[in-house]
């Protein structure tokens, strides 16, 4: 299956052109966050999701209230809100969790772990959607410094899920790594297609 993935378009018209084109070759997409800036003509972006007439898991980034999001997804067909679920979907699982990107340790997505990893369908290829990167990685690296997140690390190490899609970091767009077995991807705001 071809799975379109992008992150932090924020609101940019060449982006989502982009995305549109890409998600006629994909059977589903996925998005880790930061559609749009600050929520600006949010409810405009995924209507515009909506459109490419599959499904689209999102997350919230730092530009999107969670609470907001939600409500917003929770109109329309195609775009599934993922933030803080464990989703089945044919032989995928789609975790999703958007953090700020700005902490080393989240508590909350620690939580979030130990409270549905029961639910981690070891027969099913599992797709994990992070606004924030892993640390120690290619996409965390701001200079010569390391500004991921610990605790999703901790979690990929831990679990090894096929794929991870993350964001926040600009300057690590169209980046790529491997944690053990798991491909790691910042794949930006004009997307990529990952055959899976």
Do not use: W
């Not at 993935?5 to 609101?11: E, P, R, V």
């Not at 700005?102 to 409270?115: M, N, P, Q, T």
């Not at 549905?116 to 690296?141: C, G, W």
Request: glycine share 8%; with cysteine.
């Amino acid at each position: 299956m071809n799975v379109l993935a992008f992150t932090d378009c924020h609101g940019y018209e060449q982006a989502f052109k982009s995305v549109e084109r890409l998600a006629k070759k994909a059977d589903f997409c996925v998005c880790s966050g930061d559609i749009s800036m600050f929520e600006q003509k949010l409810e405009n972006h995924i209507k515009r999701l909506d459109r490419f007439g599959k499904p689209v898991f999102i997350i919230p980034g730092n530009h999107e209230g969670a609470s907001t999001l939600r409500k917003i997804c929770e109109e329309y067909k195609n775009v599934r809100y993922a933030h803080a679920k464990v989703i089945p979907f044919d032989d995928f699982l789609i975790i999703g969790f958007g953090t700020s990107g700005f902490s080393l340790i989240d508590e909350e997505f620690e939580r979030f772990v130990e409270k549905r990893l029961e639910e981690i369908d070891k027969n099913k290829k599992v797709i994990f959607l992070s606004h924030a990167p892993p640390f120690n990685t290619r996409l965390d690296r701001l200079g010569k410094s390391n500004v991921g997140n610990k605790s999703v690390r901790r979690f990929i190490k831990a679990h090894q899920p096929d794929i991870v899609v993350c964001g926040h970091l600009h300057e690590n767009f169209g980046k790529r790594d491997k944690i053990g077995k798991t491909f790691v991807l910042n794949p930006g705001p004009f997307g990529t297609l990952i055959d899976v």
